[in-house]
């Protein structure tokens, strides 16, 4: 693993000239604001961006009354940035000439590139090779532009930025898709979100996905990275950037399809990259933190919610004040679902809270009813308690209806106001229909504000997330060393005792076996192994021993022993009379133990990944797999463990033993290592199953397959 | 099962005096418009309502302008409704004063009734017996009222109905919380949405959720059924209520909250009823075919979806057009999730497509790329050819931010209709941003506009949901004759073989077994059975056989059989000295199959509940099981059997053939059939496991228990 470290990311000039410009030339500007190159200068000209605007237009001296250049070697000082919207035969010219008189990031625009085919690919490429060779930076072509809102920066054409209209702030947003950004950006406007920078990389000749959250990372503005992926292009780029904004601590949202196999072949025609498997980008998700959104409103509801400067919850206690028992259950049930605890007020202050309304719901959700209409102190004086009493990290509060009303808003806000400083490390979101005055009110005072409060609680339970993954981020998760002795991979398919030799030196415990040519063989070795053992008929061309009735388990004595080694090859030679038989596997027979899968399989993108799950019909029933991509540590291991819902069954049901979950983590971490080292080796690895026995007792892998990767295979 | 024809629900008098009453008595009508006596008075002063108002009150000649009488008797003319807001203790007095006098519905907004117990307590059993003696339906105590928007009735207190604000339509909504009904309208009148009628139950002393069910049911101006529900009272009328709602092709949409513990205590906090088991509800939905919602926003936006005029989709099959590739892959990662399919064009078509946009994406969905801007007929002419030739039941349609233009909306509303004559038979939905006169636009020409891509995949499943459930419900479901050899229940718990006896009579196929109280008979039973055969001890005292070891299967002939039978009354006496010794059993040696599980529970609400689940950790570690209320026929049990994510193994999964599904439902139902024949003599009935056999081979019970009820209880 090269260039992984946080602090290496900066291996590339910085996307710095692109969103904070001295000057700007728009390369094709029109005269017609309507065009896609009159459009951007139309903009920046009426949200009063501060800089100088050239206009490029060898065919006019003056374009929408600002005088135009021919080039852009005949400007009158420097432009940091052009904006590019000639037709796509010109573009590489425009982009050279650019790079040559000391423009040092470029929008373009323009379409008909790689999205084309033909000679729009090969212009793209020498896009790509340009910006290489100049360190000029390039954003798209066939993309939506880019915003600074701070400087009244429009360099798009998106419709959506008509008028300006956006308000300065601490999320930043960066989209692949051009529609999906400037509908993005509509609902920003809409939504009055505090906005800092906003993107779209279109074709990503040069400047990514990752490039962008990897600057974002790095800005003290941005509080908030929400991103739209279609699909990560580099796998490294995007892990050093997500690496990045983790150890800076800014909160990171994405929406990412193709969960779907309709979505997932919507995105390959869309885009044509190369997408990995959506599992995997879920794995790469957890493991830095991000939080992924399934739906448009939680997207932006859990952007707002990250951009607040409240604190993140200290923990996952949540306690839910309401005017309405029945919003109150609601939002308990919602909070099951999102990860929270509703741990209930404890007595004597449930017995404190009656006295305020005798007839209030006080165990948790705290339910002051109606009366809040009667008495609005009801709202603080039960808030002080649930905060000093109650212990909550967060607390959701419902009001229903009442930030239509702005006078009476203003008293709560005032008694929230009063909250928060008393109480600065809790979390605190209000929840209620509210005008836009009053929500802007709120915000201004730094108080949380949603109108819906499924969507509050959903919110609160990211924030969680974020404040988890950040106290997670501090721990030490490093991969296990690889052991020294290590084998390399087979180069050809090999038979289960090869395999399990191989994962042995990587680290992993396998059973104890041998291979047996003959029955005297077999004899002698389940004496050294001691009994009881299993048979295995052993042979590359069987692949599926149990399906020919190829395993004997628990043979208990010598006797045994050889009327099974007999029964195998008989029944495997009438059931593959052509298959090449090695003789059998004597193997030691483990104790009763939980059935796990481990595996390694390719990604097209994130390379070497690891897959866990339980076995049998926990993966192919329920799907219920994790992965992770190579290499990765006990934690993370951990946490795959954890996200399988099948770990019930490693913790222990109807009796059983817990299982030693601590050993299965340090298989998978060591797995992972080897899988990583030997990424361009290795098809994919199979180890199934991986028997996890009671705690204390370690792991056994009892069947292994390796399916070595031909040398220089795509 | 009595009263469950739906010809039968109007055994109680309507609800129409409440809804449409000549004119209304205010009973504790006060000056003060912001007094629970005053506020009613006043709204429907200023709505206008348009029937005679008779405040009441002794104390004054004049109420807020109006003359006011001493008692209802003093009445110029007929009331027949009565709003009484006079304090707790004089409520029942005022009622009996209105059943006396021709008031036929009364709504009691007054609180301090069974919710504070004590002398509340007494005064809500009374009016519950005034209102069954006199035939005057009774509204709470301890609500927020009714509203009937076409009339302008407004007979509430809640602040939600101040200056009206409300459009005719066709949702009516039942809640039995005041608060959140409050809210709700709030909500209605924020979202536009067309309302037919308004009610919270409260106490629900008389009028209880499902009779307002019932109402809306047979109501003309309702097409859509919103209800929020905590716990229902009376199982049978609330199933009377839904059949009824199918039968009439009303949509029905329930938020019922208590899904979670924290959830569900809430609610039993608040509303002092015995809440069902969530689990049980949620089978008791699908049974009726009500679209349950998860928050706030789902909804109301399914209320919205199903109020629309527009035919319910015929089938699952979903085309989505989009100007966002996307957006596009988002809205089909979601309709995956909705169970909606998303099959391609035709390849033609696709051909057809690329015509009209070069580089769209043209499968499904189909992309038609931000080109839309530069040529509006390109709408209509996708949509046309997707219509035409894509097939498809249901169209979304996502068009980013066009409707914040109002020129440009209206040029695509009118293809939309000319799109919408065309193919009556469609469902259409459009997503856009749009101005609240765009979207008013679009609903006053039937055409459904959503904001947001993912909520109108959402609504979208549901109108499948519900053209679904409307097809089902034309199906013949009628529970199976209960055979008349049927034996009752025990009386008493019983061992397993006798247990078996009983299910067997009730038509559920069980193993060929008998008990052997000694080594003899059991080696004559094994040699009746055939071998191989299973032996179990049999003890009353003995519940979990397997855990000492209490059960040997496979047992291939006499001699084996004869050491197994000594060897289980060996171990036996190890394991529990005390227990009783019935001998052994000895069983038929079942062939391969899927163990499931099959049960019968008490339900608080709904009684003799039937369970199904995969056996073993499908329900302990998944909890992947469905309820259904007892009886039902085959069709139910096959949709319980559907809704299990382990149907998957009965299938067949890894080249495992088939099982026996229909003679699994067929047990199912006869089960159902017994258990509601016995339901006041049956705790609880466990098949653990029921072996579902290979296609063609049937069922069988290999264990079971019966718990008897004892006689009275409660």
New interface residues.
Partial sequence: MKNTSVTEHSFRPSLAPLFDPRAIAIYGASSDPTKIGGRPLDFLKKSGFDGPLYPINPKSPEIQGLPAYPSIAALPGPADLAIVAVPAPAVVAALEDCAAHGVRGAVVLSAGFA??GGAGAVWQAEISALAARSGMRVVGPNCMGLINVRRRLLGTFT??AAGFGLVPGSISLV??????G??CL??IR?RQLGLNYWITTGNQSDVDFADCVAFFAEDEETRVIAG?L?AATDKDRLFRALALARARGKRVVV?K???????????A???ASLAGSDAVYEGVFQQFGVFRA????EFFDIAYAASSSAPLPRGKRLGVLT???????????????AGLD?PPMPEEAQQRLKTLV??C?P???V?M??QL?NDLTLFGRNFEIMLAEGGYDLIVAFL??VG?VKDLSVILLDQLKAILQRHPDRTIITVM?ATPEVHRLFNEAGAMLFD????AIRAAGALVHFGQSFGLAEQEDAPPPLPAAALPPPRQEVNEIEAKAVLASAGIPVVREHLAADEEAAARLAGEIGYPVVLKIASPDIAHKSEIGGVIVGLRDEARLREGFNALITRARQAAPRARLEGVVVAQMAGPGVETILGVVRDPVFGAVVMFGLGG?FV???KDVAFRAAPFGVATARAMIAET??R??LEG???QPPADIEALAQAMAALSVYAARHADAIESIDINPLLVLPRGQGVLALDALIVPRAAGQA
């Fill in positions: 999205e084309v419709p959506s989209s692949q898709s051009g529609a999906f400037g509908y509509s609902l809409q739209y279609e929406l399809v193709g969960r779907s196999e309709a979505g997932a072949q919507a995105t025609s869309h885009t399934r739906s448009i409103d005017v309405s028992g029945g919003v109150g259950a609601l939002m308990a049930d919602v909070a099951e679902e509703m005798p007839f719901g165990r948790n959700p339910d009813t109606a209409v229903s209806s239509q229909l819906e409060p499924t969507r019909i192919e029933v329920f819902r099948g019930a069954l049901v109807r009796g």
